[in-house]
């Protein structure tokens, strides 16, 4: 393709199925974030209550480290499929016929 040369449009229906398969990713990332949201509060909690080895200590800090990148990462997921929404709707006609 030439620099003069515009991309062809991406179909609606792809769009659709990368949306699709990215609010499926979102969700998974969300559940596994909850997940070790969970069990940071467990190592927190049994860190309050004993002496925990060295290692308890890193696994705590670890899992907090992780659950806030995997957020940062959902959050992002659903920025893009804010916009894989707005592309599949700009290639809808008003009466939600996709365009061909």
């Given at each position: 393709?030439?620099?003069?040369?515009?991309?062809?449009?991406?179909?609606?229906?792809?769009?659709?199925?990368?949306?699709?398969?990215?609010?499926?990713?979102?969700?998974?990332?969300?559940?596994v974030?909850?997940?070790?949201?969970?069990?940071?509060?467990?190592?927190?909690?049994?860190?309050?209550?004993?002496?925990?080895?060295?290692?308890?200590?890193?696994?705590?800090?670890?899992?907090?480290?992780?659950?806030?990148?995997?957020?940062?990462?959902?959050?992002?997921?659903?920025?893009v499929?804010?916009?894989?929404?707005?592309?599949?709707?700009a290639?809808?006609?008003?009466?939600?016929?996709?365009?061909?």
């Amino acid at each position: 393709m030439n620099d003069d040369q515009l991309p062809e449009a991406v179909p609606a229906a792809v769009i659709a199925e990368a949306l699709d398969k990215n609010k499926e990713a979102t969700e998974k990332v969300k559940k596994v974030a909850d997940d070790l949201l969970v069990v940071h509060a467990v190592l927190q909690e049994e860190l309050a209550q004993d002496t925990v080895p060295e290692v308890v200590d890193r696994a705590v800090e670890q899992a907090s480290t992780l659950e806030k990148r995997l957020t940062k990462s959902a959050k992002l997921l659903d920025e893009v499929n804010a916009s894989l929404e707005r592309a599949v709707s700009a290639n809808e006609d008003p009466s939600g016929a996709q365009e061909k």
